[in-house]
């Protein structure tokens, strides 16, 4: 088989054995197991099918990203959405269906208090099987079984935190109460009369309705009561979505301009849409405005996590989410941490699904009931998620005011007093900035709308990790507001403190006080709490004030203010105005504005310091901008799986390549497997990088992340260098040492693999360490220079040998005349000098670059040599007769010609003598045979011919013209010693 068909062969094999690893690899590690049915039950048709899609699209978003990050240990969860149609009997047949089939680990659903009842109680007993609710109201949901969870806020206690902030912040003493005949609106109504009463406020009007009967008629009549005796009372619906929806409706048309307050229910989308849907976008947001409502979660006060969710959710489902769809989100991964629990505590027991069904709804079950306490909360996009008795979750509440059809933060907040601390609570409910709230005290905390536009980021420092940031930052506010100065504001990331100065626009207008400033500084790079991928960073700025913490100051986003083009997030804004400065080549991954809470450091502050004192705890805005450099990323042609399966290639190949190192020979196996090693490496290292990484960024913290990136990224650099050195080794090295039959000094190796990695050492720091290369290059230069004026002389003759041994102008063997030396014989070369023993046997040693710049003869180059001798006769002898007699010598003696035939040439008379010049060829340069024999000839016809020799004069040759190695020859210098005394004797 020829060498080309092995080869094929071998190619044939590693791709057989990598199909066959990458099926085994599936099979055995990344094939799903199966999956673990989520029961998703809502009202997806009918009145309100809107709060069912909320429902359904949160907690399908949240089983995405579960899939999407590798399910739970290879379990993938599996969505099963059931219409209850908003009818309690038909839910509890759903409900009954799903205990039957015993298939779903947890049920999620129940958009009305009703519906959640009944799947409670259907789901309750004997059944085990964990129900989540985000339905307002319903107090026998919880009570219906222990395996029964509430996640909206509680019906009383939202009821009588409004009812305090309806009489104390917003100072409306009467009121009127529209309740719904269900328990929903019992409680709600019980609750804020209850609180009423405690101020010394009766409430003497509630209205009552049954839901679904004739309930336009009562409303209608309450409208024309209201309006007939002129009250102004606010009123509260204590009711559900549809029906506060209908009552606005008529109360706004009927032109009663009374305020309006109400629970959750009228904080949702089922709410704001089904207005819409009765009288029209336009006249919805003027029936609104104005609106006070209590919910969960206001987006201008969420934090980072809830503004990525609802970025999300507005981007997959082109619209907005409400507390609805985050509790529903929530809920989802809460199960799905549970169920984690259970994969760890299985470990290797490998239970078949069935039996991890039933596991998994106990580990849920008890997941949840560990959630309760403050310090056991879940940390879910709707906030802080634990459950107090009843398995009720127990949230903060906030108060949201309709902007149009903008739900917003309220001018003031109820802020909890922490259990920590000790307040003079008489003298701050003599202050006003007090309420006693559902049993406890809480202060009124004025909030602050923020606001911030980037303009552009530049100048990326590689020092300190910074960059300039200029940005737009303004803050709308009550006139009356506790003493809010901007001037005040602490910027936590900059690098020197950032002062506002004046603002660039001040304006008071309808008792709000707006500024706005224009703002430039340094800003530090990744210094947000925030997670980000491996190779990206954040841009970021993060401020918060210096002495004013929550319980004086809230500060929200400005949604308001900060609303851009229609279904335009803020990265997209941040794109088309080109605010990242084109010299940074950076593309946005995501943004945000969100509020936080930071515990800060209390700097001595007596209100800090000391026992009973308060918590420092300060409200925060941070923007930040993730970015990653634009460049192509495998990711985005190559599914996470699939670099699984390079792996195994890469690394099959890679083995075929170093067996054929050990096992052929021959530069054909070397340029094959030097092709599979340049192939498959990068390859595995690509490959394996990704899967690393992926499992550092899902297991890992950030930081251990970026040191994985940042090696992954230092390799990248270094294999072609360390490919690169294998290539000088095979192709260069090798090749030398055979040719010329002797090694290549390790210094060579060395110094030459040094620059490949010094080359690769530098493009690490100038690329992955983002660091300037100047310093670096200028240490390493003055260093170089050190060492190459130290040891120039030895690197000349270095290169020089390296010249020699490529160019090879002589061997060892040859004999040659290298400048002004003798003739001499070359018996040795290295890489730094070279050795010459004369004809006298001395040994010289000169460095190879005397050699390089020197005239170099060599007499052995060409295979034979000519060398000169000559013949001294009487000039009594015609030339003629002694040339013919020189030529017959010469034709007498085979071996005198056996190189070359002799030539004779006549020279004259010198001092009485006639001088015949002989040119005699050697095939050495050395040898006296053809020497010898050529003057025995002479001899001999001499003697027959009555000729005698005469010796030649003692400065023959002397101003000659010819070259010095013609003139005289090793072979004449060493002249037989019978010719030597025989002439000696005739001139004697």
């Known amino acids: 088989m020829s060498r080309q068909n092995k080869l094929l062969l071998i190619l044939l094999v590693i791709l057989v054995l990598g199909m066959v690893g990458s099926f085994l690899a599936r099979k055995a590690f990344l094939a799903s197991q199966g999956s673990l049915p989520v029961a998703l039950i809502g009202s997806m048709s009918g009145p309100e099918a809107e709060a069912g899609l909320a429902l359904s699209r949160g907690a399908e978003l949240a089983i995405d990203e579960i899939n999407e990050a590798g399910g739970l240990d290879r379990f993938r969860l599996q969505a099963e959405v059931f219409d209850d149609a908003g009818s309690p009997e038909k839910a509890r047949e759903i409900a009954g269906k799903i205990a039957r089939e015993g298939r779903h680990v947890v049920v999620i659903g129940g958009n009305s208090a009703p519906v959640a009842e009944a799947l409670s109680a259907a789901l309750s007993g004997e059944k085990k099987l964990p129900f989540l609710t985000t339905a307002a109201g319903g107090t026998a949901i919880s009570q219906g079984g222990d395996w029964s969870f509430k996640t909206a806020l509680n019906d009383g206690q939202q009821a009588r935190f409004m009812a305090n902030y309806n009489r104390n ?11 719904e005949e269900t328990p929903f609106g019992d409680a709600l109504a019980r609750g804020f009369q209850e609180t009423y009463e405690k101020f010394g406020t009766s409430i003497p009007i509630v209205w009552s309705f049954a839901p679904g009967n004739d309930e336009a008629a009562t409303f209608q009549a309450v409208i024309d009561q209201i309006k007939a005796s002129r009250d102004l009372s606010a009123i509260f619906l204590a009711m559900g979505s549809a029906e506060a929806a209908h009552f606005v409706k008529l109360a706004r048309e009927g032109r009663l301009r009374n305020d309006i307050v109400g629970p959750d229910t009228l904080a949702s989308n089922l709410f704001v849409r089904g207005l819409v849907d009765l009288v029209g976008e336009e006249n919805a947001a003027d029936y609104l405005h104005d609106t006070y409502v209590t919910s969960s979660l206001i987006w201008d006060t969420a934090g980072e996590a809830a503004q990525g969710f609802k970025n999300r959710y507005r981007s ?11 509790q529903a989100f929530d809920a989802v991964h809460m199960a799905a941490r549970g169920m984690l629990e259970v994969m760890h505590a299985a470990g290797n027991e490998n239970p078949d699904e069935a039996d991890l069904v039933l596991r998994g709804r106990q580990w849920i079950r008890d997941f949840l009931v560990a959630r309760n306490s403050p310090e056991k909360a879940y940390p879910g996009v709707s906030g802080m998620v634990y459950f107090e008795k009843e398995r009720e979750a127990s949230r903060p509440v906030q108060v949201g ?18 259990k920590k601390g000790r307040v003079d609570y008489l003298q701050e409910i003599k202050s006003g900035r007090m309420l006693y709230v559902n049993d406890r005290f809480m202060f009124k905390t004025n909030v602050v709308y923020t606001g911030l536009t980037l303009k552009e980021v530049s100048k990326v420092e590689n020092e300190d990790h910074s960059a300039e940031v200029a940005f737009q930052l303004w803050f709308r506010h009550a006139e009356n507001a506790v003493n809010f100065d901007p001037q005040q504001l602490e910027f936590l990331n900059a690098v020197t403190p950032i002062e506002l100065g004046k603002p660039v626009e001040e304006s008071v207008r309808k008792g709000l006080v707006f500024k706005l400033y224009e703002v430039k500084g340094r800003f530090f790079l990744n210094s947000l709490e925030a997670d980000r991928p491996y190779g990206s960073q954040v841009v970021g700025v993060s401020f918060r004030h210096r002495f004013l913490n929550r319980n004086n100051l809230v500060l929200v986003v400005d949604e308001l203010g900060m609303k ?38 209390s700097l001595g502050r007596p209100q800090y310091v000391g026992y009973g004192t308060e918590e420092p705890v300060f409200s925060r805005i941070d923007f930040g901008i993730q970015v990653s450099p634009e460049r192509f990323s495998l990711r985005d042609v190559v599914a996470d799986e699939y670099f699984v399966y390079i792996t195994i290639f890469a690394f099959i ?43 550092s960024v899902n297991n890992l913290v950030a930081s251990i992340t970026d040191r994985i990136d940042l090696v992954y990224n230092a390799l990248l650099w270094l294999l072609p260098a360390r490919l690169g050195s294998v290539a000088l080794e095979r192709f260069v090295w090798q090749p030398l040492e055979h040719r010329t039959e002797r ?48 040891v120039q002389a030895n690197i000349a003759n270095v290169f020089s040998g390296i010249v020699v041994n490529i160019e090879r102008p002589f061997s060892v063997g040859d004999w040659v005349k ?30 190879n670059g005397k050699a390089s710049e020197s005239s170099v003869v060599n007499y052995t180059a060409a295979g034979h040599v000519r060398i000169r001798t000559v013949v001294t006769v009487s000039p009594t002898y015609p030339p003629q007769m002694i040339l013919g007699i020189l030529e017959a010598a010469a034709n007498s003696d085979p071996e005198i010609s056996s190189v070359k035939k002799a030539s004779f040439v006549f020279l004259g008379v010198d001092k009485s003598l006639a001088q015949y010049e002989a040119w005699l060829w050697l095939n050495d340069f050395v040898d006296d045979s053809v020497v010898q024999a050529f003057w025995k000839a002479v001899w001999t016809h001499f003697q027959a011919n009555d000729i005698s020799l005469q010796p030649s004069p003692r400065d023959a040759g002397k101003g000659d013209s010819r070259p010095k190695a013609e003139q005289q020859s090793p072979a004449t210098k060493r002249r037989p010693d019978w010719i030597q005394s025989y002439l000696e004797e005739v001139v004697a």
């Not at 997959?316 to 985050?326: E, I, K, L, Q, T």
């Open 169 to 179: 912040v917003l100072n409306r003493k009467l009121v009127t109460i529209v309740q």
């Open 316 to 326: 997959r489902f082109d619209g907005p989410p409400d507390w609805v769809a985050s």
């Open 401 to 418: 005011r309709y902007d149009g059809l903008n739900l917003i933060s309220a001018m003031t907040q109820l802020e909890p007093i922490r």
């Open 564 to 601: 851009g083009k229609s279904g335009q997030n803020l990265a997209e804004r941040i794109e088309e105005s080109q605010a990242l400065h084109p010299s940074l080549e950076w593309e946005v991954n995501k943004a945000w504005l969100a509020s936080e809470n930071s515990l800060t450091f």
């Open 818 to 847: 290298i400048g002004s030396l003798d003739d001499a014989q070359v018996i040795d070369i290295t890489w730094r000098t070279m050795r010459l023993q004369t004809v006298n046997g001395h040994v010289i040693s000169i460095p």
């Open 653 to 695: 190949g890679i083995i075929f390549a170093i067996g054929i190192d050990l096992n052929t020979k021959g530069m054909f196996w070397s340029i094959s497997s030097y092709g599979l090693h340049l192939f498959f490496w990068p390859l595995l290292l690509i490959s394996l990088g990704q899967i690393v990484l992926d499992f």
């Open 743 to 790: 090694m290549v000094p390790n210094i060579i190796r060395m110094f030459a693999a040094m620059v490949l990695y010094v080359l690769a050492i530098c493009g690490v720091v100038a690329f992955v360490l983002d660091e300037a290369l100047t310093s670096l290059l200028a240490t390493s230069g003055l260093l170089a220079m050190i060492i190459g004026l130290a």
